[in-house]
């Protein structure tokens, strides 16, 4: 066991997990999670800056001259209400953190306990991002135009994201793409309502939103490239009040993923002219609003070389994951490897043997606090390897 690994388990981060995941907030709210984060970068001397309310922007100078390297740890939490029968279980009723946010925070405060330990022999700074809202309108392009990026200026940029698909121990990466661009979309179908018994005096949405509903899945099987992932999802579909009555409205929501770029704006154009097309077929009026959500991350080459590397050496070569295909989730840190090279990667928390194993944004959804220590040292090493080269 290497040892950063030995020093990183000795810091008891699993009471500051708790501890956060007990006061989950949702996105711009999270208040008493920044009341956490500042309390204990004000014990370890870090110094730090708040940003958008919630966030907090912490600054490690090491005492010799050198990079500046960025690491994002998003803090909010989900509008869920957890059923993990956990004894730190969460005390917010309908809010939880089921993605894992609670996990990222302690360990990012982890690692800069041990790099404040190492501040004199750094050749650079570290500057920790505790950034607010991953799961709402998104808090890194908020805080990049607020600065964040800036005094000191962030060479790169590293960010973990914990997966219970993959076992504690182990870290999943790519270089490349890795987490899809999302658009979100609404559609307003409006017809002619009337009795249930006379479909022809009136004109039906119902119909027209199930012929909507079956010709979006052409998108994906008929107008992109089988090799190019996209997915179309229609996750809510309201209409209708009664059994006998066409109603003159019907709602649908959803979300459009894609890797970016033209296939981004191929996979809009595709979804208009199919929802007008159909609505005009069918003599109803159709609303259509397509809203830009997250733009995916994109990993660069040398950074995910650091990050195996630095994997290997905390954890075994063998325990560095290849991921084969990019997720089709999204993650705004993609705003931050948009700016500066970065690379997302996915710390595994997963354990069958203690049940550790439910996918994340989920009731069920639980991380298993040994990998804590082993996330917390990998950010260490990953510093002491882009700063210091590989004498860390
Ligand atoms: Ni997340």
Sequence with gaps: MSEIVKEAKSLGLEALFQALHRCP????????????????????????????????????????????????????????????????????????????????????????????????????????????????????????????????????????????????????????????????????????????????????????????????????????????????????????????????????????RTMGGATRERVKEHFRSIVSGIAAGMGVEADISILDSYTGCRNDLAMTDLVRQAAGKVLGEQNVLELAEPSLGTDDFGYFSDTVPGCYYYVGVGNEEKGFTCPNHNPHFAVDPEALPLAAALHVQSVLDYLNGNDG
């Design 25 to 256: 907030e949702l996105g711009n709210q999270e208040h008493q999670t920044a009341a956490i984060i500042r309390r204990r970068l004000e014990e370890l001397g870090v110094e730090y800056t708040p940003m958008l309310d919630t966030g907090t922007v912490a600054v490690i100078r090491g005492g010799q001259p050198g990079k500046t390297i960025g690491f994002r740890a998003d803090i909010d939490a989900l509008p869920i209400q957890e059923d993990t029968g956990l004894p730190y279980t969460s005390r917010t009723p309908g809010v939880m953190h089921a993605c894992g946010h609670d996990f990222h925070v302690a360990a990012l405060l982890g690692a800069a306990e041990l790099l404040m330990r190492r501040r004199t022999e750094l050749r650079g700074n570290v500057k920790l991002f505790f950034q607010p809202d991953e799961e709402g309108d998104g808090g890194a392009e908020r805080m990049i135009a607020a600065g964040c990026l800036e005094n000191p200026h962030v060479d790169a940029m590293l960010c973990c994201h914990t997966s219970s698909v993959i076992p504690t121990g182990t870290i999943s990466v790519r270089s490349g793409p890795i987490c899809a661009a999302s658009n979100t979309f609404l559609v307003t179908l409006r017809g002619k309502g009337s009795h249930g018994a006379k479909p022809h005096l009136g004109t039906d949405v119902i119909v027209a939103g199930a012929q909507v509903v079956t010709a979006l899945q052409t998108i994906v099987s008929r107008r992109t490239s089988p090799t190019d992932p996209v997915v179309v999802t229609v996750g809510s579909f309201h209409a209708g009040t009664a059994g006998n009555i066409l109603p003159e409205e019907a709602v649908l929501c959803g979300t459009l």
